[in-house]
C-alpha cells in the first residue's frame, strides 16, 4: 500500500495528495475527482497518513498502515461497515480487525474516520502499489 504524500488536513474533511511545496507552505491537490488544489501556510496542521498511529494497549502504538493492512485482507470474510453506521457496530468492527487497541484513548471519531478512509483508499490504484523505501537513495549512473 503505497500512502506516501497523501496528507489528512486538520479542519478539513477528505484526504489531499501533497503536489509541492512553496515557500510559505504546501500545495495540496483533492484526490476527489475534482482535483481542486489547496495553498497551505505553515500554521496549517498536516497528518502524513504513513506517520500515523492509533493508541494500542501497553504503550504500543499502532500504525495506520497496518490497521488498513489488516482490513485490506479480511475484507471478504470481514464485511467494512458504513463510516455512518452505529458507533458500536465500528468500535466490534474496529476490536476484531484491531483487537489490542486501548479502547479509552481511541475515540468513535478516529474509527470512523480509518474507516471512512479505508473505503476511500480501497478505490484508488495506489492502494495495491507496494510503498516505496523509506530511505531510497538515487545510485549513480555507471
Known sequence: MNLRGIVSVTGKPGLYRVIGQNK??????????????LITNASTKLATLEDITVFGEQEEDI????????MKSSAASNVVPDPKADN???RNYF??????????RVYASDIKKIISWYVFLATLPLF???APAANEEAKPAS
Not at 63 to 70: A, P, V
Open 95 to 104: 476490536t476484531s480487525i484491531v483487537p489490542n487497541h486501548d479502547v479509552e
Open 63 to 70: 500504525t495506520l498502515i497496518s490497521i488498513l493492512e489488516k
Open 24 to 37: 510559505a507552505g504546501f500545495i495540496l491537490e483533492t484526490m476527489d475527482g475534482l482535483k481542486n488544489k
Open 128 to 130: 495495491e502499489e507496494e
Open 88 to 90: 458500536k457496530i465500528l
